[in-house]
């Protein structure tokens, strides 16, 4: 099926792919395929932009949380308080280390409840792993502020979080070591997977470079047992090129967003749009919602080449994994469980045109019309 209003933008992004294979020729001809000028390059392209002062790239957003928390000595028994209302991986990342997720409820704009986090701190707590969840970004002025009164670190999952705004600061430059993603689907993207961490702090780096890298110093000697996490240049030129075009993707997106929340706004009967923060510049990663009807609603848009979307049913606190695991414990997050049920995810990319935006809210006004 073609969408009128399609989620997937890859086809109309990756449309002209010039710049990139002329910069993929260049890295062929230096066979730099490891690592390499091309990736150190962007490295230092993306400490710049996002005013942190070491940037290392991995493989995914998975293998950089899995990196930050590791280079932050967590591990063993350790817990690690997050939110049940994210992508798997951070959580996945939580127990690839071998500690302990320590679930919390969240705000009503599915972001982490500040007001919860020392509710949920004991002796074996050693971190706080905010999500800026959607590309908005939760308060991490009284993260930072518990995590200091308590002496926890902070790793931020910023994944989604690439070109926003928190005030003056990049998300993902408050916490100790913090996480991204440039998976397809994310503000900044490559052409498969990639991420990276950034840190202001020299041992930190210096750690996790080695770590990264099968601990070598050179080639003939081994400090520490590390692993693979490298990312491959071709998707480092990728990421430089679609860099240069950030602000304004993110800037279409916010207008765009503006657009649809003031319309959805006549809605209120049904429809609630979360409260924008002055000064949070989000990334509208996703675009999120909460409206009654939820199922039915999602199927008449589909039925109308909407290309509409969950992110996600069940929380995290309900999957399988979770159940099975040894840290299960019995929980309820109210407004987690509450927004589960309600929530749907609007294209809002830098391809949706403001005829598409219309047609959008024109569907959704007429599905409660009906019904
Ligand atoms: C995408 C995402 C990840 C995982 O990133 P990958 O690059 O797909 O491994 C982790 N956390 C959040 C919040 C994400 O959106």
Redesign the pocket.
Known sequence: MTYKVPYNYLPFEFNNTKNIFKEWKKLIKSTDFTLGAFVEKFENQFSKFCGAKYCISTN??????ILALKSLGIGQDDEVITVPN??Y??TG?IVAVGAKPVFIDCDDRYQIDVQLIESKITKKTKAILP???AGASPDMSIIMKIAKNHKLQVVE?A??GIGGKVNSKHPGTFGDVN?F???P??SLNVMG???MIVTNNSKIYNWAKKYRNHGMINRDQNDIWGVNMRMQPLQAIVAMENLKKLKKVISIRNRNARMMDKLLKLLINNVTVPKRIIGNIETF?LYMILVKDRDKLVKYLISKGIEAKIHYPIPLHKQKAYLRSKYYKHEKFPVIESQAKHLITLPMHQFIKSNQIQYMFYCIKDFYAKN
């Open positions: 995914n957003g998975t293998d950089a949380l994210s992508f991986a951070t990342a999500v800026h969840w999952d994944c989604m996480a993603s440039l998976h689907l994310k997977d990639g991420g990663s």
